[in-house]
């Protein structure tokens, strides 16, 4: 996927970066497990860099972005946020993930905004792939919890990705209560 860049006024905000990539992952051997290459296919959705208006929000028409199918409000503070997003994608063997309930995953970024750390919740799933020995690893979304968008996700089970790639590889289910 290459995304569009979004023009406002005279400036124009690249998405370059979130351009989809080829990423493989290492996990190295646990127990009886050997070591696995996981092959993944990374894209990211709009609602890493856009959102839906708040219930009593007026907007300017001339923040609106058009996806592929459907349009949203762009939101500069997380677009901003959307530098990081390639790098943490790498950091996700490294990093403790969660299963929500709605059978996709999660992992937090501590990050500094403003002088404030802050939770940057990184939504994704993966699925396996069309191309042989591949996986898909969508990011759905990213965004920092405000009073806006209050968490709806009580900390979860911790998994890794490379338990998410295996079961998924396999067409296993991956439950929150596992």
């Given amino acids: 996927m ?5 023009q406002h006024g005279s400036n124009e905000y690249s ?4 351009d989809s990539f080829e990423w493989h992952f290492e996990a190295p051997a646990s127990g009886k497990r050997p070591n696995r290459l996981y ?3 990374v894209t990211f959705s709009m609602h890493c860099f856009t959102r839906d208006p708040l219930p009593s929000e007026t907007t300017d028409n001339s923040l609106w972005y058009s996806g592929p199918k459907e349009r949203r409000l762009f ?5 901003e946020l959307t530098h990081q997003l390639p790098e943490i994608v790498r950091d ?3 990093r403790p993930c969660f ?3 709605h059978d996709n995953f999660f992992t937090i970024e501590i990050t500094l905004q403003s002088g404030l750390t802050v939770e940057y919740e990184v939504y994704f799933d993966v699925t396996k792939a069309s191309r042989r020995g591949w996986l898909n690893l969508v990011v759905q979304s990213a965004y920092v919890r405000t009073a806006g968008y209050r968490s709806q996700q009580p900390r979860k ?3 890794r990705l490379d338990v998410i790639a295996y079961k998924r ?3 296993q289910d991956i439950r929150p209560g596992e």
Wanted: hydrophobic share 40%; charged share 30%; with cysteine.
């Fill in 169 to 171: 590889r396999l067409n």
């Fill in 75 to 79: 939101c500069f503070d997380r677009y």
């Fill in 92 to 94: 996700m063997g490294n």
């Fill in 157 to 159: 089970r911790k998994i």
């Fill in 99 to 101: 299963v929500t309930k």
């Fill in 2 to 6: 290459l995304w569009k860049p979004f």
């Fill in 15 to 18: 998405l370059g970066h979130l």
């Fill in 39 to 41: 092959k993944f296919h």
